[in-house]
DNA sequence: TTGAAAGCGCTAACAG
DNA sequence: CTGTTAGCGCTTTCAA
């Protein structure tokens, strides 16, 4: 068996069977035309030599890989491979793969990931945008081609794009709230890049959450960074050295958190007892710290399923208005955050 | 720009200057033939009008579709997540794309993953074994077949099928004398399944490292389990009640050592005082939890990029012996281990 | 130096 | 009911 004939095709069948190949495809293809005789003896063979049709055959024909591009912050965090898996569930009833690729948090790497997958044919991307990424001319293209394209978690042009978030004002509420309801009065809140959206709007339910508590606003409680954890190491230390120290700090997301948590542990100080945290991240990590983490869950795999689902019916029916799916967080209380 | 007319193609550059679709194509190929004018103008324009070949096309042509396969148990844990983008790095170089699946660590899922993955003519697989896997007829049809197969952490079929592992007798070992020099008596060691080679090694290593440091064996402190969490939390409690107590374990992975950790804790009894812990797991994970953990640290990144390696060179000279390569761990000492 | 034609695997319009 | 033909985008003889 040398390299080249590793895959039977229509021909071979024709030729064994003695017939044509259009004959043998639409038998295969269950085409009323064909006597039911021919139909049952192509089909039987086919099973037998183990037949499947070349998708690079079709998608040239047709004009459709069933490749769908997916473009990540980056891979080895569990938010984002747990989304992955949701997307890849959708897309494998409807028959399509998914292509990956990483933007590693750069603009660049982006704009190459998007020309890259677009070579490659794939149908059109899902992405959630990098944390560099304010311009989006890379996008504008594809939406100006009608290429389908699908935004989760970290979104732009709304407008034009459908897309999957949760439901940030309303988790950073959630969270500010229950501090509040424990009676913590020193609320700090350790933010992201203004020009994303989810540091937007968290920072907006952070507000509102004050407000909502009575409690009034001292912005040298909202800090941010730029969700590295060196960085995050910085602004809680800074927090942490105010004249008058926060008693709560929530982290805008995994990386910050468990920065913010290390830190405050370095400084020899408690959680909760002198600083309470709470943070956005996963069952998995949340349990594993000492002390287990209060947090906003997201529902990560079911975001991957929207979006993916969101795909497909943009893929069916193009020109419908782009919806967005706020998608809605759950607060898991634990130890790092009562008293 | 309605559908269908997204990318441009040969034809169009072709018609556009008025020469043949062959000579276009051969003036992109930098053919010798072709005039230095002709051949000027092509990429002129071809640069412009932003070709780029139909990967489908070639495929078809060349049967090559310039797609790996990639199978692993499951796409959540950093440990994967990590080797993936390893593969991902040198495939990028290569002009490759990888296609990835994940077994759930189920036999089921890994053969469906095969099939599927060959059926999209990937030119080879790159495969870490379910932890089901047990019998390989869907692996020996592509070694039988020679398509290009490489495994990675859980192999087999080492002699006709290149492989990359970490040194899993010397890596147990280490963790044993570690134990040892710290003036650990009782060192118990969980387990995974006798089947996978991991497991087997580290067993070894865990043996050979007790009678180095002149330790009796104690057939009580080998347990086994599945490799979940639930199973581990189980084998743990029941180390935890022998009647004489182990004073110090080591867990085969991840999500063994974390669920005996939580195990330990709930129980009331210290890391390291009552009970020391060492696992298999990654940088983060390790420092993020309290006590910080002791572990082996594997190459993830390095295991994928040699993975990838081998495969091509798989590509390359498909008759060559396999070769397996053979990666070294690090033994990170944290608080969890060291009275 | 260039063009025409065949073929990779497949479907579909057109003829029988 | 079945075969012939053209064509998806590309490379590569073969001819000119």
Chains 1, 2 share one sequence.
Do not use: W
Not at 93 to 102: F, T
Request: aromatic share 6%; hydrophobic share 40%.
């Amino acid at each position: 068996m040398e390299k080249g004939k590793r895959h039977i095709s229509l021909k071979d069948l024709a030729q064994e069977l003695g017939v044509s190949i259009s004959t043998v495809s639409r038998a295969l293809n269950n085409h009323p035309d064909i006597s039911p005789n021919v139909t049952r003896k192509v089909q039987k063979l086919a099973a037998e030599m183990n037949y499947s049709p070349n998708p690079l055959a079709m998608g040239l024909l047709k004009q459709a890989t069933r490749m769908i591009g997916v473009i990540v912050p980056d891979l080895v965090t569990h938010f984002y491979s747990s989304i992955i898996s949701g997307i890849e569930h959708i897309a494998e009833e409807k028959g399509y793969y998914i292509l990956i690729a990483s933007s590693n948090e750069s603009l660049k790497k982006e704009i190459k990931a998007v020309e890259n997958l677009m070579k490659t044919r794939v149908e059109g991307l899902i992405v959630c945008l990098s944390q560099e990424t304010k311009t989006y001319e890379h996008f504008d293209r594809l939406i100006n081609n009608h290429i389908p394209l699908v935004f989760f978690d970290r979104v732009c042009r709304i407008d034009k794009v459908p897309s999957v978030v949760v439901d940030n004002v309303d988790a950073a509420q959630k969270i500010t709230s229950h501090f509040c309801k424990n009676g913590f009065q020193r609320i700090a809140y350790i933010a992201g890049p203004d020009h994303l959206n989810i540091s937007q709007q968290r920072t907006q339910g952070y507000l509102s959450g004050l407000k909502k508590c009575g409690l009034e606003f001292r912005s040298e409680l909202l800090v941010k960074c730029n969700m590295s954890t060196l960085d995050a190491t910085k602004v809680t230390a800074a927090l942490l050295e105010l004249s008058i120290r926060p008693d709560a700090i929530f982290g805008i997301n995994d990386t910050v958190a468990f920065a913010a948590m290390k830190e405050i542990k370095r400084r020899g100080l408690r959680i909760p007892e002198d600083v309470a945290l709470v943070g956005f991240t996963d069952e998995f990590h949340s349990t594993v710290v000492d002390p287990a983490l209060t947090s906003i869950t997201h529902p990560t795999f079911e975001i991957g399923q929207e979006a993916a689902r969101l795909f497909f019916s943009r893929i069916e029916n193009p020109d419908a208005e782009p919806i967005q799916k706020v998608l809605k967080t759950k607060l898991v209380i634990r130890k790092s955050s009562v008293r």
